[in-house]
């Protein structure tokens, strides 16, 4: 009768994926899973970035003259500073965000990255 007890008083089941590993409450997945996707986001504006620098620096190169040509590569060089920038502040606020709930949004550690996002664990 008390394991009948303690069955009902819990809240919620296990749990599906990455939500159903760790006891305790579903708090910490959910907390591993945006810092995941946070971290996938983050790299993947870094190398848009670098490649929207790299077609810009190009299409100045290559502009040989053509003021319209040199005005839309230099448009595209600012608009990927800006989008960087964009994306190290929303870093920061998420990290500063990190600080005062006391969950770990953002990636502490880039290199268990793809140890969380496998199913083989």
Known sequence: MKHLALELGKIGG???GPFGDAPGDGLTGITK?????I???TVAA???FLFQFIIGGFNWINAGGDKSKLQSSKDRLTNSFVGLIVVVAGWAILALASTFFGFDFTLSDPSGLLEQLSPNQ
């Open 14 to 16: 296990e749990g599906l």
């Open 33 to 37: 899973v945006v810092s995941s996707v």
């Open 39 to 41: 971290g996938i986001m």
């Open 46 to 48: 870094g190398i848009w």
